[in-house]
């Protein structure tokens, strides 16, 4: 059974910074960082395959969030700068484990492409 485990939401002042973690219990294809605002449905953030590449970002964070992994630790990060109010929400970390056949078509952004999800952290940016 695949375990995700997120850390490391919290309140910050606009303008500061938070760093999520995210243990995984064992590799995937891929992982990403998702958020849900009140309301709202659930969005993309960062993603990334974790065998290497390019990273993916929603234009909405691109150059203030950073995603990273420890592959000896199977551990991935979002690195949040520049927190502003409407980053405000419940964050969530996703993995792809089935087999992705076609790698080419697989969308990173997609919350059907991954199957399964940490518990989710609070992240409240106060101004």
């Known amino acids: 059974q695949v375990q995700l485990v997120e850390s490391g939401g919290g309140l910050v002042q606009v303008g500061g910074s938070l760093r999520l973690s995210c243990d995984a219990s064992v590799r995937t294809y891929a992982m990403g960082w998702f958020r849900q605002a009140p309301g709202k449905e659930r969005a993309f953030v960062a993603a990334?395959?974790?065998?290497?590449?390019?990273?993916f970002y929603a234009d909405s964070v691109k150059g203030r969030f950073t995603i990273s992994r420890d592959n000896a630790k199977n551990t991935m990060y979002l690195q949040m700068t520049n927190l502003k109010p409407e980053d405000t929400a419940v964050y969530f970390c996703?993995?792809?484990?089935?087999?992705?056949?076609?790698?080419?078509?697989?969308?990173?952004?997609?919350?059907?492409?991954?199957?399964?999800w940490g518990q989710g952290t609070q992240v409240t940016v106060s101004s």
């Open positions: 990334l395959r974790w065998s290497g590449g390019n990273a």
């Open positions: 996703s993995a792809r484990t089935k087999t992705v056949y076609y790698p080419a078509l697989f969308d990173f952004s997609d919350v059907h492409e991954y199957d399964y």
